[in-house]
């Protein structure tokens, strides 16, 4: 199998002006951007650690209401925030109930800057709805975390990946974009009973969507075409479900499973690729199922 590199810009197109409720600004080399039709008013990074970090409402804590209840969510929304100091929104060993939403974070990537757009630690019962994470580290980072979803966000040109899931369970991604100049799409490491449902997770450096050590999976009517190197890849990866995704046109296979058994491929498209439209090394017990790998350059 041939893995072909390209180069990732090193930035993305369409600058916007923010508008503001304060006078407050970026460092003078930050961008001023936000998404066409969304006003914003410019927050430092939000750290909360534990049920009592959630205050509000509270300027301090980015909550602009609630009470952490199920019928009245504690909600941080509308913030522009520059993560190039520390995690654009931090949350940390919670159980309350809580929505981060329509909130823009960038800056995580700067040069010698390692931060987060949103980070999630040992965290449930969180939603994180319609932000948008552009040019960190990684865009949305869940780790020891379950019970949380994660949908319509906007992934664009993190260093690593759109969205990053390490050792969580019960996460469920619906409608994230995260394709366009990151390094990976979504990468799960270690997560298992996730459900990956209508992500688009196109034109990234490397792979689209990457599953390691990831088990009983659903993974549905994803796109993920267009990739420097593969669409869909899974090692080490077993009982996952993958059904009516679109793995097309990427510059080395469609999809590929490495050591991985017991997975199910059914009514996938898997064709246009670089090299193979599906790739299976050293697995057994996969079942494929009406899967359409045609005019790839090297077959199935």
């Not at 999976?217 to 190197?229: G, H, Q």
């Not at 246009?272 to 045609?294: D, P, Q, R, T, V």
Request: hydrophobic share 30%; with cysteine.
């Amino acid at each position: 199998m041939i893995l072909i590199a390209v180069l990732i810009p090193s930035a993305i197109t369409g600058l916007i002006v923010r508008i503001a409720d304060n006078k407050e600004s970026h460092p003078p080399e930050s961008p001023v951007r936000t998404p066409a039709g969304m006003a914003y008013t410019t927050h430092s990074p939000i750290l909360i650690v534990g049920n009592v970090g959630f205050t509000g409402p509270n300027a301090s804590t980015g909550v602009v209401w609630g009470s952490g209840t199920e019928s009245d969510p504690y909600i941080i929304e509308g913030w522009d925030i520059w993560a190039a100091t520390a995690a654009g929104i931090q949350i940390q060993d919670t159980t309350v109930r809580f929505v981060v939403r329509s909130c823009y974070v960038s800056g995580g990537a700067a040069m010698m800057v390692y931060n987060p757009g949103i980070y999630l630690r040992n965290c449930t019962n969180g939603i994180v709805v319609n932000n948008s994470c552009e040019a960190n580290d990684n865009g949305i980072y869940v780790q020891s975390s379950s019970n949380n979803t994660l949908s319509d966000n906007t992934c664009f040109g993190n260093r690593l990946n759109g969205v990053y899931l390490v050792s969580s369970s019960n996460i469920t991604l619906t409608n994230n974009n995260c394709s366009l100049y990151n390094s990976y799409g979504i990468l799960l490491h270690s997560s298992d009973n996730c459900t990956l449902t209508s992500n688009n997770c196109s034109s990234n450096g490397r792979d689209g969507l990457y599953l390691e050590s990831s088990n009983n999976n659903t993974i549905s009517n994803n796109t993920c075409s267009i990739n420097a190197e593969t669409g869909l890849i899974l090692p080490s990866s077993n009982g996952n479900t993958l059904s009516h995704n679109t793995c097309s046109s990427n510059s080395d296979a469609g999809i590929v499973f490495i050591l991985s058994s017991n997975n199910t491929l059914s009514d996938n498209n898997c064709s246009s690729n670089g090299h193979y439209g599906m790739y299976i090394s050293l697995s057994s017990n996969n079942a494929l199922l009406n899967n359409i790998c045609h005019t790839n350059l090297m077959g199935v």
